[in-house]
């Protein structure tokens, strides 16, 4: 749970607002460690959705994942982001 919220204010705080370039590298790391308990892969989906265009590729690669949750967190992430491109119009 602790982990969830760093992740979320981590999004959220100054930095990720004003340069979210460097929350996303940080994000992305975090995706890439397996899914042990260590790191809620749908949290870091939703807190990367926040942070704008920047990114996009990060979360495009999750929306094929074999994990449906994780697939449902990956679309509502790039709808918040682009919701004309997340609907293919």
């Known amino acids: 749970m602790i982990r969830n919220f760093a992740i979320t204010t981590l999004a959220n705080n100054?930095?990720?607002?004003?340069d979210p370039a460097k929350v996303v590298s940080?994000?992305?790391d975090c995706l890439g460690v397996n899914n042990n308990g260590v790191y809620n892969h749908g949290e870091v989906l939703r807190a990367l959705?926040?942070?704008?265009p920047?990114?996009?590729?990060?979360?495009?690669?999750?929306?094929?994942?074999?994990?449906?949750e994780i697939r449902k967190?990956?679309?509502a992430?790039?709808?918040?982001?682009?919701?004309?491109?997340?609907?293919?119009?």
Do not use: C, F, M, V
């Open 14 to 18: 100054g930095i990720g607002q004003q």
């Open 26 to 28: 940080i994000l992305i």
């Open 49 to 52: 959705g926040s942070l704008g």
């Open 54 to 68: 920047a990114a996009k590729p990060a979360i495009s690669a999750y929306l094929n994942d074999s994990d449906p």
């Open 73 to 75: 967190a990956a679309q």
């Open 77 to 89: 992430a790039i709808t918040a982001i682009d919701p004309a491109a997340a609907h293919g119009q």
